[in-house]
């Protein structure tokens, strides 16, 4: 005997979103790439078949997830994501879906020492002196908070870059928006800027000498401070971001 089951009625997805999920299909699968040039609105709309403001409102949402933007007023061009902007998208899903500092800890001890280990067999020399800089600008602001706190998040942005690894890039994306300015409160409340400087100077000298497993031991410790950090000043760690960020932002 069939089973009786009531079914519901498909739904029909908005003829905007169908031509911006169809441009999106053709993007990704390569048969257009990165600074290809599409078709007007004008002729665009006539291929789909599409009225000009519903192929207007379908580009909107390509130019949101940064895949599309324009040469021009007319002339629309496929771009490559930014990971600034990717990294945004996410987390905003983060805040809104209550992820803690926990969580993003947890993630940030997986791909922060992988990060340190890429670098050593990738870093090129530019890469070396940026982060040589980086170390220099840190020794010079140990007692500003502020500045140190950038030194702090740009040394880990410079390690990450000096991976090319770009799916890394993208995963560690939001950690910048959500986990490093959490960093702040840490240094307000426990000012261990000698810390993080011997940390990153660990980590520069296992890059630069070629030491992976050094660079991501070195990159393990400076995490595990900053946990301390977080519990030692009493600082939310277990509490959603939303609640952690807006005390990280207290003077």
């Not at 600074?35 to 909107?60: K, N, W």
């Not at 410079?158 to 240094?187: C, E, K, M």
């Amino acid at each position: 005997m069939p089973v009786n089951h009531n079914f519901s009625k498909l739904a029909r997805q908005p003829a905007y979103r169908a031509v911006s999920e169809k441009i999106r299909q053709v993007i990704l699968s390569g048969e257009l790439q990165a600074g290809d040039m599409l078709p007007t609105e004008l002729e665009l709309a006539e291929q789909f078949g599409v009225t000009r403001s519903t192929l207007r409102e379908a580009i909107r949402l390509l130019e949101e997830s940064g895949i599309i933007g324009r040469a021009d007023r007319k002339r629309l061009v496929v771009t490559l994501p930014q990971t600034a902007a990717v990294g945004r998208s996410v987390s905003s899903a983060m805040l809104m879906h209550r992820v803690t500092f926990k969580e993003l800890w947890q993630v940030a001890m997986g791909l922060e020492p992988l990060a340190g280990k890429l670098a050593c067999a990738s870093a090129t020399d530019e890469d070396k002196q940026r982060l040589a800089d980086n170390l220099q600008r840190t020794e010079t602001v140990l007692e500003d908070h502020a500045r140190l706190l950038e030194a702090e998040i740009d040394f880990h942005n410079l390690v990450a870059s000096a991976t090319h690894n770009y799916a890394l890039l993208q995963a560690r994306a939001p950690l910048n928006d959500l986990f490093y300015p959490a960093w702040g409160a840490v240094i307000r409340a426990l000012s261990p800027g000698q810390r993080i400087l011997v940390a990153h100077r660990r980590v520069y000298e296992a890059i630069c000498n070629n030491k992976p497993r050094e660079a991501e031991r070195w990159m393990e410790k400076h995490m595990i401070d900053f946990r301390r950090g977080i519990e030692m000043g009493n600082l939310g760690f277990d509490q959603p971001v939303t609640s952690a960020a807006n005390t990280s932002g207290q003077n």
